[in-house]
């Protein structure tokens, strides 16, 4: 069975600081794990995906995201908030055998000034 | 690339009417297109996958005869909500997968706002 759980369903950093937004998985099987941001009433933009090559993925707007097969990990990070970085983040988890696809709720990203 | 459009970007109308919703890769074939359904503050919900030229799957407690959808082509698909009621009233999401970024790859549309009176 797969599962995805978004540790915190809000994070607020102050700008010029560094970001994380937690995301832990469960698979039976390989899977490939992405990131995405949804501004307010928009689709998804990707950010980055982990897909069984490197294990450090750099992604648009200076996020990154280490994916942690020990600690069935996937976290988001940056270095340096920007106040164009509040939003919400979803981490989504894709089985490589049965293609299914897992959302997390979502964790919103709070900028302050 | 891989860019993916949808129209109209928000519709209103009354109770009984039935709403279509397209949904275009506008830079790649798309052998794989997903239709989402958004409540406020809640993440997405998968309504029904779509594979070109075939059936729709549909998940769980999706009403197939209630949301059509169609996969006419590699580059649309169309998601008709059939006489619509006030409680269909949702942000709904298109992405789609194809030869784009790798095949497990979801690019999404910009989403439709339905709101039924």
């Known amino acids: 069975a797969q599962s995805v759980t978004q540790l915190d369903s809000h994070v607020s950093v102050s700008e010029g600081t560094p970001v994380l937004l937690r995301c832990n998985y469960s698979?039976?099987?390989?899977?490939?794990l992405f990131w995405y941001v949804q501004h307010p009433n928009k689709g998804l933009q990707l950010l980055l995906k982990?897909?069984?090559?490197?294990?450090l993925v750099k992604g648009i707007n200076g996020f990154e995201a280490e994916f942690k097969k020990s600690e069935t990990s996937f976290h988001l990070t940056k270095p340096s908030a920007h106040m164009s970085d509040a939003a919400e983040y979803f981490c989504?988890?894709?089985?490589?055998?049965?293609?299914?696809?897992?959302f997390g709720k979502g964790t919103r990203l709070h900028i302050l000034p | 690339g891989a860019v993916v459009s949808q129209h109209p970007s928000w519709v209103i109308c009354k109770s009984g009417t039935s709403v279509k919703i397209e949904c275009r890769s506008l830079?790649?074939?798309?052998?794989?297109m997903f239709w989402y359904r958004q409540f406020p503050k809640q993440s997405l919900m998968l309504m029904a996958t779509?594979?070109?030229?075939?059936?729709?799957?549909?998940e769980q407690g999706v009403e197939k005869d209630k949301f059509l959808i169609n996969h006419a082509s590699l580059t649309l698909s169309t998601l008709t909500v059939t006489s619509a009621h006030p409680e269909d009233s949702s942000f709904y999401i298109c992405?789609?997968?194809?030869?784009?970024?790798?095949?497990?790859?979801?690019?999404f549309g910009p989403g439709t706002r339905l709101l039924v009176l």
């Open positions: 992405s789609a997968r194809g030869e784009a970024g790798g095949p497990k790859t979801q690019y």
């Open positions: 779509s594979n070109e030229g075939s059936k729709a799957t549909y």
């Open positions: 989504v988890v894709t089985s490589n055998r049965d293609d299914k696809i897992i």
């Open positions: 982990y897909t069984s090559a490197a294990t």
């Open positions: 830079d790649f074939q798309a052998t794989t």
């Open positions: 698979s039976s099987y390989s899977p490939s």
